[in-house]
């Protein structure tokens, strides 16, 4: 059975973006080869080429958390190791796909709303809080809690350039941004365990 057009139309743009490495390459007539799909057809389904690029990439980056429990084991792993390897896995998927990701976080932030790609990276770490919260601190507190330590890792990766230049740190060399995760993840796992 065929699928959608619009699925099609979709799939093709994300393979494109991967591809390409960002969203910035992506051309409708790209996106028309592949798919088999004509331009006028795309436009109609997807009015611009911004609506499109932006209902990919928060497909794209959902398809990545989703892919969490492959990347992060959970098994026999400390929920601390757990959450650390989660918030690794969101800092290495802005380091390989830094236009993308730049999109992904503005869009997040000029227009908010449930289920943004924020809040599936949010969503996608709650999990392991809620195994570290042996205090039993409400859901808001984790929820907050998620949210400034990928508040950081978005800071960090969106002032990358400055924040070499201000402070040293270079977000694009591994062994630096896994100092900085480790530090992120402790922090937050002793906030959470700690008493009020």
Not at 16 to 32: C, F, N, Q, T
Not at 62 to 83: D, F, H, M, S
Not at 155 to 167: Q, S
Request: aromatic share 6%; glycine share 8%.
């Amino acid at each position: 059975m065929n699928k959608p057009i619009k699925q099609r139309i979709v799939e093709a743009c994300i393979a494109v973006m991967r591809e390409e490495g960002d969203a910035a390459s992506v051309s409708i007539r790209k996106i028309a080869k592949k798919s088999g799909i004509g331009v006028g057809l795309i436009h109609y389904h997807f009015q611009s080429k911004q609506n499109l690029i932006g209902q990919c990439v928060r497909i794209f980056i959902g398809q990545t958390i989703a892919k969490w429990g492959e990347v992060v084991p959970r098994g026999n792993k400390k929920p601390e190791e757990q959450l650390e390897a989660m918030l690794a896995a969101a800092a290495q998927f802005l380091a390989d796909y830094p236009k993308i990701g730049r999109i992904s976080i503005l869009e997040d932030m000029q227009h908010p709303e449930a289920g943004d790609n924020t809040g599936q990276t949010v969503a996608g770490i709650l999990p392991v809080l809620s195994e570290l919260n042996a205090r039993r601190k409400p859901p808001q507190v984790l929820r907050r809690e998620a949210c400034l330590a990928l508040f950081s890792i978005q800071a960090a990766f969106l002032r990358a350039g400055p924040l070499a230049a201000e402070t040293g740190f270079d977000f694009y060399d591994p062994k630096q941004r896994r100092r900085l995760i480790r530090s992120l993840a402790l922090r937050l796992a002793a906030n959470i365990s700690r008493e009020n």
